[in-house]
């Protein structure tokens, strides 16, 4: 099992800047791929940063302006978001995969909500 505690939304003007932590604990060693989804209000949850092993893929909305990082004890993801827009407003989710798939754990959520 792991448990995944994110930090770090909140309300921001356009243009400002948001960083987003995820602590993760229990069963840490399994972990795979650590990395965050947003979902808008009415809309899918959808990927947008991921980060397993060396490997990094964002979405191409995100690119160039979010950046994901994972602490060296593996335990930790970051996301910081700059040049915020107001369609980044949405709830953001940590997510952990373990064993190459085989689980599959979310956060809480976290509410970011950029004003334009």
């Known amino acids: 099992q792991v448990q995944l505690v994110e930090s770090g939304g909140g309300l921001v003007q356009a243009g400002g800047s948001l960083r987003l932590s995820c602590l993760a604990s229990?069963?840490?060693?399994?972990?795979?791929?650590m990395g965050w989804y947003r979902q808008a209000q009415g809309e899918q949850r959808v990927l947008v940063a991921i980060?397993?092993?060396?490997?990094?893929d964002r979405a191409d909305s995100v690119k160039g302006r979010f950046t994901i990082s994972r602490n060296s004890a593996k335990n930790m993801v970051a996301l910081q978001m700059n040049s915020l827009k107001p369609e980044d407003t949405a709830v953001y989710y940590c997510?952990?995969?373990?064993?190459?798939?085989?689980?599959?754990?979310w956060g809480q959520g976290t509410q970011v909500t950029v004003s334009s």
């Open positions: 997510n952990a995969v373990t064993n190459w798939g085989r689980n599959n754990y």
């Open positions: 980060i397993s092993g060396n490997r990094i």
């Open positions: 229990g069963s840490i060693s399994e972990i795979t791929s």
